[in-house]
Structure formats: structure tokens, C-alpha cells
């Protein structure tokens, strides 16, 4: 059974720093690709960044390219999301995903992603 479980989420002040977590299990890694997306409220799903599994090759959305940054640990099955320089606009619901086509290149849209972990909160105050 696979399953991608979230965390790390909180309230933090802008310009803090924060590190999600997504914790990985049931699935064959070497051949995924994984991504972070965000939601706020009352706006359409948004990439954050993914990464390849086997070769950590990233690539991070535009609107946090330079202030957020991924990794992968493969000891632990997991993949992380640095967070800093924090924006209150970076408040959303952000969520983990595992794409089995890791031999068909990194996506930025959540279609391209089979399994979703449960996502985790994360709030910026001003």
C-alpha cells in the first residue's frame, strides 16, 4: 500500500524559515519522481518543485525559485522542502506526491502525479 505522509507545517512569521517533510512507503522509489504542490484558499492547485529520485535533479516553481529548495534522503525515504524567506502568500495546504514514470521527466501539473500524501498546513503571518 503506498503512502506518502506530510509534515512540518505550522505558523511562522514572514521571513522565517520552515522544512516540510514527506515520509514515503509502499512503492519502489528508484523509479519515481516526486513533487510538492500548494493550494490556498479559494485558488487553484500551484507547483512548488519536484524532484528525480534516483539523480535529485530539481526544478522549483517560478513564484519560490530562489527561497525554497528540495531534497531527498534516500536512507529515510523521504524528500524534504526548505522553506525560507517566507511570504504570508506562501500561506497553503502543501502537499506530497509520487509520480511512477520516473523515466518521463519532472511535471509541474498535479495530473501527472498517481499518489498524494495528505498535505500539511503551513501559515505566514504578516
Known amino acids: 500500500q503506498v503512502q506518502l505522509v506530510a509534515s512540518g507545517g505550522g505558523l511562522v512569521p514572514a521571513g522565517g524559515s520552515l522544512q516540510l517533510s514527506c515520509a514515503a512507503s509502499?512503492?519502489?522509489?528508484?523509479?519515481?519522481?516526486m513533487g510538492w504542490f500548494r493550494q490556498a484558499p479559494g485558488k487553484e492547485r500551484e507547483f512548488v518543485g519536484a524532484i528525480t529520485w534516483n539523480t535529485a535533479v530539481t526544478t522549483i516553481g517560478d513564484s519560490v525559485k530562489d527561497r525554497f529548495t528540495i531534497y531527498r534522503d534516500k536512507a529515510k525515504n523521504s524528500m524534504y522542502l526548505q522553506m525560507s524567506s517566507l511570504k504570508p502568500e506562501d500561506t497553503a495546504v502543501y502537499s506530497c506526491?509520487?509520480?511512477?514514470?520516473?523515466?518521463?521527466?519532472?511535471?509541474?501539473?498535479?495530473?501527472?502525479?498517481?499518489?498524494w500524501g495528505q498535505g500539511t498546513q503551513v501559515i505566514v503571518s504578516s
Open positions: 509502499g512503492l519502489t522509489l528508484s523509479t519515481y519522481n
Open positions: 506526491a509520487a509520480d511512477p514514470r520516473g523515466w518521463s521527466g519532472l511535471k509541474k501539473y498535479g495530473e501527472g502525479y498517481d499518489y
